[in-house]
């Protein structure tokens, strides 16, 4: 069993950074795909960046959501089991209720379906 605990949403202006983090819990987590997610008021939940575990000692792959590629970064550090989410010039749109889930595999996916676990959500808004 796999406890995620998402921290460091809040306000923050146009153009403006946020770091969300998401500290989970098991020795098992570097053997772990992670993922973020987030959903806004009435739409559903939708892929945001995904990391996977590490791969042939070579690192991790990343992979983003188009509305937010080149403006996130997604990394972990496995000493502290923890997943980030750097968010740098945030526009209204990413305004959203943003969740951290873990998959029990090496490869990370997209769809909210291929993960086990999810933590409870972090508020994100981005006032224009």
């Known amino acids: 069993q796999v406890q995620l605990v998402e921290s460091g949403g809040g306000l923050v202006q146009a153009g403006g950074s946020l770091r969300l983090s998401c500290a989970a819990s098991?020795?098992?987590?570097?053997?772990?795909?992670m993922g973020w997610f987030r959903q806004a008021p009435g739409k559903e939940r939708e892929f945001v960046a995904r990391?996977?575990?590490?791969?042939?000692?070579?690192?991790?792959?990343?992979s983003y959501a188009d509305s937010v590629k080149g403006r996130f970064t997604i990394s972990r550090d496995n000493a502290k089991n923890t997943v980030y989410l750097q968010m740098n010039s945030l526009k209204a749109e990413d305004t959203a209720v943003y969740y951290c889930?873990?998959?029990?595999?090496?490869?990370?996916?997209?769809?909210?379906?291929?993960?086990?676990?999810w933590g409870q959500g972090t508020q994100v808004a981005v006032s224009s």
């Open positions: 889930a873990a998959r029990n595999g090496r490869r990370a996916y997209s769809g909210i379906y291929d993960y086990d676990y």
């Open positions: 990391i996977s575990a590490l791969i042939n000692w070579s690192g991790s792959i990343t």
């Open positions: 098991g020795r098992t987590f570097s053997s772990y795909a």
